[in-house]
């Protein structure tokens, strides 16, 4: 059997230093998550009319992440395919990201409305697309073994996870710190902006790939960009588990953005205590270190379970454990629902803990299927997913508050509004997580490529 060759042994170091690259992302995305909460409540902006806009944005969006990632395969640089691009963005998603919160507060709201979107748009849909479709796939670029992926996925979401719930426990104390409303928000971006950008300065110069591989750089070198294009999107369409993937990424982030968004407006609104909604917030965001803890694991349940039935028997259970916070939450016993949450994060981990081998795995089946090698472009499933996932999350929960008429500068507000927001912390995410278990019904590909390699005696 021919076999594909594993690659060079990555150092510690540069494991984790790929969890930066998401780390320092992640601090970015005060842009996305809490751009709701920044429009309606701080600049006054009706919440059916910015959900509207984000939405349509995303739809932008969700063509520019395959583009992104057909460039990318493209690229033939010193630095290798995906690196170079992730230098590129760094100061372009600083500078959208500051002029964002920038927002003219003196114009009328129909300029409000348009500069908005513009800046969202050209962030999210241009600089954030490339930035992360880049990382997603230095993955694979950076390695060939498989157990290496598994620990730099481990090291990405780690990272991550942690930026997380630095943001979601800080950005409310820091806002306040740094003088509160508007000109809080700036200083915060401007902040967050210069992390950010050295965060992700020390990862481009600590993780490199391996050499492009002669055929396929021939192959990209006979075909122009809209051809490859047309025919990654139909290789796209024809892999039904990347078009899984993208669905459990997309409401995975559905999910986790609406809760994200929801807890300022649940602590602040429902529990009703403004002087303690920063600390309730950071208890709400310490919950996702279970996260890290079920990362920790995922090796021992690949090892024990097999990639397919680790994800599936630990979303099972995470979605059993938010029964927790749904009591918690309709009860109003607060320590239950911190409690459930931290429960529902540590079943999540295994999956994204896992994320980088099942991707590699995706790859592989279109390699042995199509005879293709397209790893940008089927890594932008989780680039899409995520973004899309992200900005349409905050989307429903204005949606959402829109159907009840919130009101974001009234000082109190009626028991519908209220229970609309409670509906939204506990109940929107486990529908979500519910559909993500269906999914992962169906996505055991390692048998499925098993079986292709077998039909035809090769290895991958």
Known sequence: MKKMKEGRTLSKWSITSYGFGNGGYNVLQIISVYAMLFLTDYVGLNAGIVAMLIAV?????GVTDVFAGTIIDRTR??????????????????????????IPLQASDTVKYIYFFITYTVYSDIFSTIFYVAHNTMMLYATKNSQERVFMSMSNFIVGTVANILVTGTYMMLIAKFGGGVQGWRMLAIVFSIIFAVVELIYVFSVKELPIEEEEQKQENENGVLKDLVQNIGYLLKNRYFLSQLGIMFLYTVSISALGAAV????IRVLGDVNNAAGTQTLLGLAGSGTIIGILLSAAFMKKFGLYKANLYTRIMSCACYILVIIGG???IFPLIVFGEVLFYLFQGPYLGTIGALIGEICNYSKLKDGVSIEATVSSCNSMGVKVGNALG????????S?????????????????????IFIGFPIICQILITVLLL??????????LMAEKQVEV
């Open 394 to 401: 905050v989307a429903s929960v204005g949606w959402l508050l």
């Open 77 to 102: 640089h010193k630095w290798g395919k995906a690196r170079i691009w992730i230098l590129r963005m760094i100061p372009f998603m600083v500078i959208t990201c500051i002029a964002f919160f920038f």
């Open 57 to 61: 944005s995303k739809v932008l969006d």
């Open 442 to 451: 169906f996505m055991n590909v390692e048998k499925q490529n098993k079986k």
């Open 403 to 423: 159907a009840v008429h919130y009101d974001g500068l009234a000082v109190t507000l009626p028991q519908g509004t209220l229970n609309m927001i409670t509906f």
């Open 264 to 267: 300022p407006y649940y602590c």
């Open 330 to 332: 309709m009860k109003g």
